[in-house]
Each structure stands twice: as structure tokens, then as C-alpha cells.
């Protein structure tokens, strides 16, 4: 009897589930929305749009208040004019492209393998020229172990977000350098 009265308890939880989840989607989409949804041109799209939709808008965390705000502000004030100039000019010494913007313009991480390259040849081997947020961190990575082969130590690198998504700037151009001190 036991027996009987957990099955009949677990098809009465799965029927109240399954009615639950019925009219909650049926009180929530309209018959409007339905047809908007069905028939609408985005509709249709493949998988790999929405994909690519996504990952290009990942990063952007919106914008900072609170502590977030006090730390992005405490760590731009830290960052030193001269030197970022310093650093500015040897990249583009180096590598032979003008850097306008050193964020914009080192984001994707190829202007920093061709510095590597331009330092040690083929210390870099591959520069993803993609767009894809995936491509252009896997080209600062392949920067931070060119550094490491350079002989930077680890303490005088970054990490891949503090560039790529403008987190802390400040130990990227001490980054910069501590490569122009190395490799003249």
C-alpha cells in the first residue's frame, strides 16, 4: 500500500508541475506576442548569430558606482602620464604602428605580439586577427608568455582583464616598461 501511495504522490507533484509550468507560459505570452514572436525576423536565426551577438557585448559591465567607481578612479589616478607616454613611444618604436589610444589600440592584443615579435621573432607565433572577444585574449595571453620567455618576471606582468576590459591599466605600461628596460 506504501508502494501505491509514493507513485500516486510523485504523478500528482509531476501533474501540478506540468500545469503549473502550462499556464504559467500561457498567463505570461499573449496571443500577440505569440504571433510577433513566430513570424518576427530574428526568429529564424541561426544559433551561431545569437553567439556572436553575446560574446561581442560580454565585457561591457555597465557603468561603475559605489566601491567599483572609487577603485576604477584610485587606479586611473595611479596611472602616470609619463609614463604611459614612455610606453606609448616604445611600442610604436618598436612595432613602427602609432598608438592614439592605448587601450582601443592594444585591446586586441596583435599590436602587443608584433612588439613581442619585433623584440624575440616568432616569440609570438600566431596573431589571431579575429574579432571575437575569445581570439583577442588568447593574443594577450600568447604576449604574457612572450614576456615570460623575455625574461620579465611574473610580478612585472598583468593579467589578461586588467587590458582587455580596462580594469587597471597601470600594470600594463609597467608592463610595457619593464620590456623597454629589458630589451632597449
Given at each position: 500500500?506504501?508502494?501505491?501511495?509514493?507513485?500516486?504522490?510523485?504523478?500528482?507533484?509531476?501533474?501540478?508541475?506540468?500545469?503549473?509550468?502550462?499556464?504559467?507560459?500561457?498567463?505570461?505570452?499573449?496571443?500577440?506576442?505569440?504571433?510577433?514572436?513566430?513570424?518576427?525576423?530574428?526568429?529564424?536565426?541561426?544559433?551561431?548569430?545569437?553567439?556572436?551577438?553575446?560574446?561581442l557585448t560580454m565585457a561591457f559591465h555597465g557603468p561603475c558606482y559605489g566601491l567599483d567607481a572609487e577603485m576604477?578612479?584610485?587606479?586611473?589616478?595611479?596611472?602616470?602620464?609619463?609614463?604611459?607616454?614612455?610606453?606609448?613611444?616604445?611600442?610604436?618604436?618598436?612595432?613602427?604602428?602609432?598608438?592614439?589610444?592605448?587601450?582601443?589600440?592594444?585591446?586586441?592584443?596583435?599590436?602587443?605580439?608584433?612588439?613581442?615579435?619585433?623584440?624575440?621573432?616568432?616569440?609570438?607565433?600566431?596573431?589571431?586577427?579575429?574579432?571575437?572577444?575569445?581570439?583577442?585574449?588568447?593574443?594577450?595571453?600568447?604576449?604574457?608568455?612572450?614576456?615570460?620567455?623575455?625574461?620579465?618576471?611574473?610580478?612585472?606582468?598583468?593579467?589578461?582583464?586588467?587590458?582587455?576590459?580596462?580594469?587597471?591599466?597601470?600594470?600594463?605600461?609597467?608592463?610595457?616598461?619593464?620590456?623597454?628596460?629589458?630589451?632597449?
Amino acid at each position: 500500500m506504501a508502494m501505491c501511495d509514493a507513485s500516486y504522490a510523485a504523478q500528482t507533484h509531476t501533474n501540478v508541475v506540468h500545469a503549473t509550468h502550462h499556464s504559467y507560459r500561457h498567463s505570461t505570452i499573449s496571443k500577440k506576442d505569440t504571433h510577433a514572436h513566430t513570424h518576427s525576423p530574428t526568429h529564424h536565426q541561426t544559433p551561431e548569430h545569437h553567439t556572436q551577438t553575446n560574446a561581442l557585448t560580454m565585457a561591457f559591465h555597465g557603468p561603475c558606482y559605489g566601491l567599483d567607481a572609487e577603485m576604477k578612479s584610485k587606479n586611473e589616478s595611479k596611472l602616470d602620464p609619463s609614463l604611459l607616454a614612455q610606453a606609448t613611444e616604445y611600442i610604436s618604436q618598436k612595432t613602427g604602428q602609432q598608438i592614439t589610444d592605448f587601450h582601443a589600440d592594444l585591446k586586441d592584443g596583435q599590436t602587443l605580439c608584433k612588439l613581442a615579435n619585433a623584440i624575440r621573432p616568432n616569440v609570438c607565433p600566431k596573431i589571431n586577427t579575429g574579432k571575437m572577444p575569445f581570439l583577442q585574449m588568447e593574443n594577450i595571453n600568447a604576449f604574457l608568455r612572450a614576456c615570460g620567455m623575455l625574461g620579465l618576471a611574473e610580478t612585472d606582468t598583468f593579467m589578461t582583464v586588467d587590458l582587455y576590459e580596462a580594469k587597471n591599466l597601470v600594470p600594463v605600461v609597467d608592463c610595457i616598461i619593464a620590456l623597454k628596460r629589458a630589451w632597449p
